[in-house]
């Protein structure tokens, strides 16, 4: 199946960060994650992706095409979701939209205020008096509205409740069923990415930890728990990250099968979630 977004050796270079040459890609019909901590690069490779800032080496092509050459096209397929408000924040929606429809050839007003009714969005109100929670349903609607190929979101589930969340992940669910479209999104809440994603990229500090199914993501990794007295040099060395104390510690393996071999019966071995292998990656190891 064709690549509908493929970064290759992305390297954007910055005084006091590095976003060290990350390649990844992602498929139509698809969803894929983007995950870590705060700082560790997923806003910038958003940015990249989306051309608002310059790359320092690496290629980025969208729908087969340079996403520098050919970035009036491509953004022409993308509906954008970003974590702050750039719309004319003294305007109402009925007034935003006039001036949003004219960019996009395949604007779809029917679309847009079916979005905004369900959102329970007031049209008569100036941007600014939303809360941040209704900016990004606002946003969501603009992104949704014009037909695109590739949704790109940067936080969108930031400052939405549980139950709108769940409404935004059905509408994703709907609009991946076209095998031709693909969503791609960073956020913290990676319970939502395990509901919806198909693939996980996890990048922390600039570099690249893994790009992979979600299914596999969560096959391969666990969480093993026991005494601290197993706890030695080569124990400790098998683990991307653990804690220890008085009672046992917890260690996360990426390799369940392999600790299975090494530790046998002394040891109980968990499912990892994304926040786990996010957690204790991130955290290294720790003695309480």
Request: proline fraction near 2%; aromatic fraction near 10%; glycine fraction near 8%.
């Amino acid at each position: 199946m064709p690549k509908i977004l493929e970064v290759n050796k992305l390297t954007k270079e910055y005084s006091n960060f590095k976003l060290d040459s990350i390649s990844f890609g992602l498929e139509s019909g698809h969803v894929m994650g983007l995950i870590g901590p705060n700082g560790a690069g997923k806003s910038t490779t958003i940015k990249l992706i989306m051309n608002l800032i310059a790359k320092t080496s690496g290629s980025i092509r969208i729908f087969g095409k340079d996403s520098v050459r050919d970035s009036k096209e491509i953004k022409e397929r993308i509906g954008f979701v970003y974590d702050e408000n750039y719309y004319y924040g003294i305007l109402n929606i009925r007034e935003m939209e006039k001036v949003i429809a004219p960019f996009y050839k395949r604007w779809q007003t029917d679309t847009f205020w079916r979005y905004i009714n369900q959102f329970k969005l007031n049209p008569k109100m100036a941007i600014d008096s939303f809360s941040k929670g209704m900016k990004m349903k606002f946003s969501l609607a603009v992104a949704l509205s014009h037909g695109a190929d590739l949704i790109i979101m940067d936080e969108p589930t930031s400052g939405l409740d549980p139950v709108f969340r769940s409404v935004m992940l059905d509408i994703f669910y709907n609009i991946i069923q076209d095998e031709k479209k693909s969503i791609f999104f960073s956020t913290h809440i990676t319970q939502d990415l395990e509901k919806i994603a198909d693939y996980i990229t996890f990048i922390n500090n600039g570099k690249l930890i893994f790009s992979e199914q979600k299914d596999q993501i969560l096959d391969n990794y666990g969480i093993v728990k026991g005494d601290s007295e197993l706890l030695d040099s080569d124990i400790k060395a098998e683990f991307i990250g653990f804690r220890s104390n008085a009672m046992g510690f917890a260690g996360l393996t990426d390799d369940v099968a392999r600790a299975r071999r090494i530790l046998g019966d002394r040891v109980l071995i968990e499912k990892a979630t994304l926040e786990d292998i996010m957690v204790y990656s991130v955290r290294g190891n720790s003695n309480d």
